[in-house]
Nanobody, 123 residues
Framework: QAQLVESGGGLVQAGGSLRLSCAAS????????MGWFRQAPGKEREFVAA????????SFADSVKGRFTISRDNAKNTLYLEMNSLKPEDTAVYCC????????????????WGKGTQVTVSS
């Protein structure tokens, strides 16, 4: 059974950094596009970043562009999100997702989802 498991979340002060990981198991996701989404309390889930199956193409939400980096290691079946210059408004549960074919910004188009990891940024 395909499974995505996030890790690396935690409590950090504004301006700090965190690195999230998403470990895939149960199938090889090396040919899947993958993305990160987040959801804050009382808000809709929103797109954060996405990456193509080979890492050649990436995209970011305007709110995180220049601060976050998405990468993947297909040999380890793992997706990463490097988050720098964190702001209180980045506080949310961060989930990774996978879909066959090209990456998109729409959460509805992703087939596999992790349960998420909490990121809390204090001011």
């Amino acid at each position: 059974q395909a499974q995505l498991v996030e890790s690396g979340g935690g409590l950090v002060q504004a301006g700090g950094s965190l690195r999230l990981s998403c470990a895939a198991s149960g199938r090889t996701f090396s040919k899947y596009a993958m993305g990160w989404f987040r959801q804050a309390p009382g808000k809709e889930r929103e797109f954060v970043a996405a990456i193509s199956w080979n890492g050649d193409s990436t995209s970011f939400a305007d709110s995180v562009k220049g601060r976050f980096t998405i990468s993947r290691d297909n040999a380890k079946n793992t997706l990463y999100l490097e988050m720098n210059s964190l702001k209180p408004e980045d506080t949310a549960v961060y989930c990774c997702a996978a879909r066959w074919n090209i990456p998109t910004r729409s959460s509805y188009e992703y087939e596999y989802w992790g349960k998420g990891t909490q990121v809390t940024v204090s001011s």
